[in-house]
């Protein structure tokens, strides 16, 4: 039998919906019974909590949309796990847990938004919770903002401000360097969070016009910055090539026809040292060129 009650088993039934992947499907009603009843009757035993996250997000990724049945069962048990800061490893995996469900469902996510989008936004403010999971947190938003498309934009403005605010911490190197990597790791999930979002207007990108030069500006300062990051300046260009295609034929395409825009994606050449960076400078180029 694939599911028994004993605790320890949680790691072997991931493994084992993660080997099954969409073939788990006859198993998900007894697979969220027994992980929602551990949830249920263990909610003070982290451990447990964080494992039961884990194969709920194994499940999640099996059955994609599928899985939206089981979300207002679901739901219930991860607002309380975003708001319990200090217990980091049940909160992370219960963040990383949300952006899953996003990216399963789609628009499905809609009606638990608000309240997810919150407690999110309430824990990267909060200086309880550890800085490591930041970038986690941010990468949410960009999970979020892609799967709910247009229908993101009531949170569009708190979310692009905080993540603003985010992406203009400064460090000075020389002198914390872990501190240093964690404002590169921030801004590398920032770039992504705002790639997600970017991609989720593809219909109608008119919302984000407000925000092109900002997003903009944040890739030119810290592509330009000698400590940039390949993973950064990947982003970076993909971001600017987004941006650039969702906007062509509209007035706010003549933002990215500037010089200074054409030398930020020949530094991200300079500073990119990966394939996948370089055919993303290639694309962020490609994009500018197409433009009328």
């Known amino acids: 039998m694939l599911f028994r009650p004993p605790l320890n088993d949680l790691s072997h039934n991931q493994s084992v919906v993660r080997k099954l992947g969409p073939q788990v499907e006859p198993l998900a009603d007894r697979i969220m019974t027994v992980s929602l009843q ?5 909610a003070k035993e982290a451990a447990v909590a964080e494992d039961a996250f884990m194969l709920i997000g194994h499940l999640v990724n099996a059955s994609g ?12 048990y991860i607002y309380p796990a975003l708001a319990v800061l200090d217990e ?3 909160f992370t995996t219960a963040v990383g847990l949300t952006g899953d469900l996003a990216r399963a469902v789609g628009k499905g996510f809609a009606p638990y938004a608000q309240n997810i989008l919150q407690a999110l936004l309430a824990a990267l403010a909060s200086p309880v919770l550890h800085r490591t999971a930041k970038p986690t947190v941010v990468a949410a938003f ?7 498309e247009t229908d993101f934009t009531p949170y569009l403005e708190h979310v692009m401000s905080m993540l603003s605010q985010a992406g203009a911490i400064q460090v ?5 360097l872990a501190m240093s990597d964690f404002i590169w790791q ?8 705002f790639v997600g979002i970017v991609n989720g207007y ?13 997003l903009i500006s944040f890739v030119q300062k810290y592509v330009a910055d000698e400590d940039a990051t390949d993973a950064f300046v990947r982003s970076g260009m993909n971001l600017i090539g987004d ?6 034929g509209t007035a706010t395409q003549d933002q990215f026809k500037t010089e200074a825009v054409l030398n930020t994606i020949q530094m991200g050449r300079t500073r990119g040292h990966t394939k996948n960076t370089l055919t993303a400078v290639k694309y962020a180029r490609a994009s500018v060129k197409a433009l009328a």
């Open 38 to 42: 551990l949830l249920q009757t263990s």
């Open 65 to 76: 949309p599928a899985f939206n049945k089981y979300l207002p069962h679901l739901i219930e």
């Open 88 to 90: 980091f490893q049940v």
């Open 142 to 148: 960009g999970d979020i903002g892609l799967a709910l």
């Open 172 to 176: 000075d190197a020389s002198q914390d």
């Open 186 to 193: 921030m801004r590398e999930s920032i770039a992504d969070a």
């Open 202 to 214: 593809q219909s109608d990108p008119s919302p984000l016009a407000p925000y092109v030069a900002g």
């Open 243 to 248: 941006l650039a295609s969702s906007f062509k």
